[in-house]
């Protein structure tokens, strides 16, 4: 039986993680085409952090709930046309929402869970692993003998990228800002690491590719780091701009691209998918035969109760994070 209240992380103010409280707050009845699930664990996104200073492309309205993404199971839904039925494992995700004991969702933001993965696998896989499969395979349309540069190789979206790109034939190169999320990197099967705190990466992407350029690269750092892409992109390479972790957005000379025959491209994963649903949807599908086909995983850097959510996103701030942060809430 369902409760009738629900443990909540919620942001009264855009004040930053402080401003973030838990609290016990009553469930409300179900609209039409509406479903409950009991969330079991949830992970944090660098988008969490950015809302919470309200410094993110999506600004919801205060006070708000976050969250964008959830592994739980139904525990009551209000569409009889439905094919979940209660008691099925599904993936959930969404703008905000998923740091609660329980999470109302529509069908749109439900998938089954992919049956190689744990709940707090599951949790911690749509947003980064989606992010990856929209960039490499929808944007960039990667194929098997490409070389990709993973930038930020041991943060989350940098971690699914590298495992996308093995899982499509890639060799992949991957950057990082420490030995400890190399080998993060690695462990997902990256052919080549690069430390860019110590070694200029543009230089050995180069050496590393006999002077011809990497032919894709996927840049979650932004700044300084996606300007000196421009500098080891193959020629009609593709420079994905997918976040900008590092603070900021970094500056695009226009001459440089004209001058490599390059396409420097905008990722917005959740975005792509509300704009085209169907689109979202069979892109969101092939990733799980992908994940099921190769055993793909989400690799947990630290898992959290729902009482330290504060401290999980000062972690992240402080960028004291390698893989995913994973926030247990059953």
């Known amino acids: 039986m369902t409760d009738t209240t629900s443990k909540m992380a919620i942001c009264m103010k855009l004040d930053g993680p402080k401003a973030v409280v838990i609290k016990e707050m009553p469930l409300q009845p179900l609209k039409a085409g509406e479903y409950r699930i009991r969330i079991r664990a949830a992970a944090l996104n660098f988008p969490d952090l950015l809302m919470t200073y309200g410094k993110y492309q999506f600004k919801p309205e205060l006070p708000f709930i976050l969250g964008m993404e959830g592994a739980g199971i139904i525990e009551e839904l ?12 599904v993936l959930v995700k969404g703008k905000t929402g ?18 190689t993965l744990t709940f707090e696998e599951a949790a911690a896989y749509s947003v980064t692993y989606l992010t990856a499969h929209v960039s490499l395979v929808d944007k960039a349309r990667i194929k098997p003998g490409e070389t990709v540069l993973i930038l930020g190789a041991g943060g989350g979206v940098g971690q699914a990228s590298v495992d996308v790109a093995k899982a499509k034939g890639a060799t992949v190169i991957a950057a990082a800002s420490s030995e400890a999320k190399l080998a993060l990197a690695k462990q997902s099967g990256a052919d080549y690491l690069i430390n860019y705190q110590t070694d200029d990466f543009a230089s050995e992407v180069q050496k590393i590719t006999n002077n011809v350029g990497a032919d894709i690269i996927l840049d979650p750092v932004g700044g300084e ?9 193959a020629w009609a390479g593709r420079i994905l701009i997918v976040g900008f972790a590092g603070g900021e957005f970094g500056v695009l000379k226009t001459n440089l691209p004209s001058e490599k025959g390059c396409s420097v491209i905008g990722v917005r994963a959740g975005e792509f998918g509300r704009r085209d649903p169907a689109a979202g949807r069979r892109s969101f599908e092939q990733l799980i035969k992908l994940t099921e086909e190769n055993d793909l995983k989400p690799l947990i850097g630290k898992r959290w109760p729902l009482d ?7 972690a992240m701030e402080r960028r004291d994070v ?3 942060q994973v926030v247990t809430i059953a």
Request: aromatic share 12%; proline share 4%.
């Open 78 to 89: 209000q569409d009889p046309d439905s094919d979940f039925s209660i008691g099925d494992a």
């Open 98 to 115: 998923a740091f609660a004991e329980y999470m109302t969702a529509t069908y749109a933001q439900l998938a089954a869970m992919p049956n």
């Open 225 to 233: 780091y996606f300007e000196k892409s421009l500098d080891c992109i």
């Open 308 to 314: 330290q959510i504060k401290e999980a996103l000062e």
């Open 322 to 324: 390698i893989g995913k």
